[in-house]
C-alpha cells in the first residue's frame, strides 16, 4: 500500500482504525459495503507526512495531500491522501477535486482523560463544522425533529468556516502530547469518550493482513474496538 510504505520511508508511525480495523480483523480486508480507509497517526506525524506531500507535488503527480492547509475551500478537519486521478461525486458535499481516497486522522493530547469542558467545545464546533459542510438539508425520518433541525442547520451557516476552525484549532494542542496519558482527535471529538483512547494503544502497533498486504494495527485492537462499537464480530441484521 501507498502510503504504508511512504509512512515507514519518513519513519511515521500509523494503525488503521475504525471500520478499517474492523474489516481487517473479521474479513482480512475491506467490510464488503465499505469503500476507503481510516487511518490514525499523531499530529506531529500527521504534520510531517502533510509536509511530505506538498513539498513532493511534482513528483507525486496524481497523489494528493487534501486538507484545510493545502486546499482553500476543503472542508474537514481531518486530512485525506487523493489519488486525483479518479473523480468523486457526492450528492450531500461540494466538489472538491476528491479522487479515491484514504482518511487521515491525527490524533491529540487529551491529558489524563477527566478534562470536560475541552471535550464539549470540541464536539459543539465539531458539530457545527460538520453540517456547514453539508450542500443542503437532509430531512429526518422523525418529522418532529426537521423543524428544529432545519433551524440550527440556517443558524450555523452563518459562521465562516475560518470563525469554526480557529475555535477546533484552539483545542488541539490544549494538552500535551506527549505528559499525556490519552489521546483523542480534538478538533473532531464527535463521539465523547468513546473516541479516547490510552496512547500506548495507539502507539503500540502489529502487523495484520489487510486485502492482501500487511499493515499496521493497534496492538491492543480488541478493547478499543469494543470500546467504539461493542461486539465488533457480530455482523449488522
Known sequence: MFVDKLCKELNLNYCIMYGTL?????????????????????RSD????????MQHKEELKSYEFFSKETRE????????????DFVMKSEIEGDYGMGTFIDIYPMDGAGNGRAFLPFVKSRLFFSMYYM????HFISSEKRYLNIPKRIIFSFVHLFSYKFL??????????????KSEYVAQMDCFSDGKKNMYLKKDLEE?????????????????????????GDYMQLPC
Request: proline share 4%.
Open 22 to 42: 474492523i474489516g481487517a480483523i473479521r474479513h482480512n480486508g475491506f467490510i464488503p459495503w465499505d469503500d476507503d480507509v481510516d487511518i490514525a497517526m499523531s
Open 46 to 53: 500527521y504534520l510531517k507526512l502533510q509536509g511530505y506531500f
Open 73 to 84: 475551500n476543503y472542508p474537514y478537519m481531518i486530512g485525506r491522501v487523493c489519488n486525483t
Open 132 to 135: 456547514k459542510s453539508r450542500t
Open 165 to 178: 476552525r480557529k475555535n477546533l484549532e484552539k483545542l488541539v494542542y490544549r494538552f500535551d502530547y506527549d
Open 205 to 229: 502497533t502489529v502487523y495484520h493482513e489487510f486485502e492482501g498486504y500487511r499493515v499496521k494495527i493497534p496492538r491492543n485492537y480488541d478493547a478499543m474496538l469494543r470500546q467504539l462499537y
